[in-house]
T-cell receptor, first 113, second 114 residues
Framework: EADIYQTPRYLVIGTGKKITLECSQTMGHDKMYWYQQDPGMELHLIHY???????EKGDLSSESTVSRIRTEHFPLTLESARPSHTSQYLC????????????FGPGTRLTVT | GDSVTQMEGPVTLSEEAFLTINCTYT??????LFWYVQYPGEGLQLLLKATKADDKGSNKGFEATYRKETTSFHLEKGSVQVSDSAVYFCALRGSGGSARQLTFGSGTQLTVLP
């Protein structure tokens, strides 16, 4: 069973608010990822990190930012939330071994009103 | 670049029916292939994987065979259950520069009716 956690699970906020979505893993994985999942279910990689102080933007442009100060923690921040940010956000980390399995958290469903 | 094409959904089956979800890929070299499953309200879980040609991944009655000649990794199950209702994602990990990430298909929603 994967040990990767996301909080909150559900969040409803008003436009213009700053929010941080938390993601933590206890497996010691160096690689971590944030995906945005649209209502059509497709996953879009928005950020990834290969270790402490390493962050990169993914395939889908996002107004969010991330930080990686500790190996186990990879928070995502929206400085000013908008209705277009309404989505499901999934955090994942990957096995450092050759099989590259990714372990996913349960997700945060964000609604911006 | 690498890409994964999945069978369009949604798919609706009766319990005990045979399931096939098609997945084809485009990648250079020798990618590793995966099927992930997402149950309602949850994150994705690895269902099975195959790392080289002709490998068969299997788990929970699901199977998929890595076919390099047809660049396919179709998911099959002989007799589905209501509890198999979920979204299924095919994914690949490329080789070389594209080995650092997974490329996912668009997902296929499966509903199994009692």
């Amino acid at each position: 069973e994967a040990d990767i956690y996301q909080t909150p699970r559900y969040l409803v906020i008003g436009t213009g608010k700053k929010i941080t979505l938390e993601c933590s893993q206890t497996m010691g994985h160096d690689k971590m990822y944030w995906y945005q999942q649209d209502p059509g279910m497709e996953l879009h990689l928005i950020h990834y990190s290969y270790g402490v102080n390493s962050t990169e933007k993914g395939d889908l442009s996002s107004e969010s930012t991330v930080s990686r100060i500790r190996t186990e923690h990879f928070p995502l921040t929206l400085e000013s939330a908008r209705p277009s940010h309404t989505s499901q956000y999934l955090c994942a980390s990957s096995d450092p071994g050759g099989n590259f399995e990714q372990y996913f958290g349960p997700g945060t469903r964000l609604t911006v009103t | 670049g690498d890409s994964v094409t999945q069978m369009e959904g949604p798919v609706t089956l009766s319990e005990e029916a045979f399931l096939t979800i098609n997945c084809t890929y485009t990648a250079t070299g020798y990618p590793s292939l995966f099927w992930y499953v997402q149950y309602p309200g949850e994150g994705l879980q690895l269902l099975l994987k195959a790392t080289k040609a002709d490998d068969k991944g299997s788990n929970k009655g699901f199977e998929a065979t890595y076919r390099k000649e047809t660049t396919s990794f179709h998911l099959e199950k002989g007799s589905v259950q209501v509890s198999d209702s979920a979204v299924y994602f095919c994914a690949l990990r490329g080789s070389g520069g594209s080995a650092r990430q997974l490329t996912f298909g668009s997902g296929t929603q499966l509903t199994v009716l009692p």
